[in-house]
């Protein structure tokens, strides 16, 4: 199947290339009207497949889907190129930029469409063909969007999506001598083998990995804003987020004042049937993976840590008929050592650790103190100490007083184990093209 799909991709090339940005545009713009139209019905799809709840993904997922195609539709009309001249050489430079052939794309389960519609969008955009391998876990909006392909003009073999495992279609893919680059967002296990499969190659790779992200909280911030932005930053999306907060460093002044304001608000989040409007958290994404996360609190408490609510000390009541689902109550967990593995690993569930901090100094040394380095919140109301610390911190991203603030121009991706390269406007607009500089001598 990646065989036939990268032939469609490669045949089609040639076409979808020599159209106009501009008719790339509309056709981007015509998608983009399509899903939204759907809107509702992507939402029911996505909750339904995923575990999330129906309001993350009508307000989140599908809109952000939409916005994808309409950001690189008007993104891609604005790019210039470069020129410069050397009147004593009599020569003048100038640069062009042009699609690089069949794009190789591989999205993860916890943002289905909205991270498969984050790759898709640029790639098509800026005229190459894609094979698209969305995680065998989570491709039911995938394959929604496919049928609406055809309806919004997009040409037979210009966007392929196949359906199948990492370990199958994904090596294929990644494997195979036609598909000049790969775009992988998910963990940063799975991108050292993307990078060994393609190194043979000589591919170009854009890798948005894992992350094990810090909230530094200085005794001067606005707790009223602080604690209900940071419930969200630890357990939005049942912390199923690269971007989500799980390490929490509390200034002692204030240490003891969060802790209990936090736990007391995390308590009142609602855990159950993602299709009720009313509930906070859905379910995780699997049995195995709700394991995985549970594993990790049991050996936080075999440490000898606190776990202040959720997981293990509250009980959780669920509707009948979700009973056996992967439910798991927002688990906080405080009096973590630094080397522990809560401290150092990425856990991507409803858990997150809070310690306190003495100076400035210390706790960029414990922030940093991590193999990754994807986003960071501070929270302070000193504005030369946000920038301080804004800039000593190995972060891609660095919220502060706010998080998940996004404008898709700027650059996202992380440092570290987090990642290689990024990706926004212009970003994703030089991965996706080849640029060659050109010199007329007159």
């Known amino acids: 199947q990646v065989e036939a799909a990268v032939k469609a991709a490669k045949d089609a090339f040639p076409i979808w290339s020599s159209k106009s940005p501009l008719e790339r545009s509309q056709i981007l713009n015509k998608l983009a009207d399509l899903i939204e139209h759907e809107l509702e019905a992507f939402a029911q799809a996505e909750s339904k497949d995923q575990g999330k709840t129906i309001k993350f993904a009508r307000t989140v997922d599908i809109p952000r889907a939409v916005y994808n195609f309409r950001f690189f539709a008007s993104s891609i009309l604005h790019h210039t190129t470069e020129c410069t001249e050397m009147a004593t050489m009599g020569c003048v430079h100038y640069t062009s930029r042009a699609p690089v052939g069949v794009a190789g ?24 063909t894609v094979v698209a391998k969305p995680s065998e876990m989570t491709s039911v909006t995938a394959w929604m969007m496919c049928k609406l392909l055809e309806k919004a003009g997009v040409p037979h073999g210009v966007v392929n999506v196949v359906f199948g495992t990492g370990a199958k279609a994904g090596e294929a893919l990644v494997c195979h ?29 854009s890798l948005e ?44 002044g204030i240490y003891s004042e969060f802790l209990k304001r936090f736990v007391a608000e995390a308590k009142k989040w609602k855990v ?10 859905g379910a995780l994404i699997s049995k195995e993976h709700l394991e995985k996360v549970r594993s ?45 593995c809560c401290m150092q690993e990425e ?11 003495d100076t400035e100094e210390e706790v960029i040394g414990r922030a940093n103190s991590v193999k990754y380095g994807l986003a960071a919140t ?40 987090s990642g290689i390269g990024r990706e926004g406007a212009k970003d994703s607009y030089e991965f996706f093209t080849e640029v060659k500089t050109i010199t007329i001598k007159h």
């Open 177 to 205: 001598p036609d598909v000049p680059l790969i775009s992988f967002t998910g963990s940063t296990l799975t991108a050292q083998r993307i990078t060994e499969k393609s190194a043979p190659h000589c591919k170009r790779l």
């Open 378 to 417: 501070v929270w302070s109301s000193n504005v030369g100490r946000v920038h301080r610390v804004a800039q000593r911190l190995q972060s891609g991203l660095v919220w502060t007083n706010c998080w998940l603030v996004r404008d898709l121009n700027l650059p996202f991706g992380g440092m570290k184990a």
């Open 347 to 357: 856990i991507f569930g409803p858990v997150t650790c809070v310690v306190s901090f």
């Open 272 to 281: 159950g049937n993602p299709s009720d409007p009313t509930v906070d958290m």
């Open 105 to 128: 794309l591989i999205s993860p389960w916890n943002l289905p469409l909205y991270l498969l519609t984050w790759k898709i969008a640029p790639a098509i955009a800026c005229g190459n």
């Open 209 to 252: 990995l894992g992350g094990k992200n810090p909230a530094i909280i200085f005794d001067d911030a606005d707790l009223t804003q602080c604690i209900p932005t940071t419930l969200r930053s630890s357990f939005a999306n049942q912390g199923e987020i690269c971007l989500c907060t799980s390490r929490i460093f509390v200034q002692r």
């Open 296 to 340: 990790y609190v049991k050996k936080a408490q075999a440490e000898g840590a606190r776990v202040l609510c959720g997981e293990g000390v509250d009980s959780l009541a669920l509707p009948t008929g979700n009973q056996k689902g992967y439910f798991m109550l927002p688990t906080i967990i405080a009096e973590v050592k630094d080397e522990s």
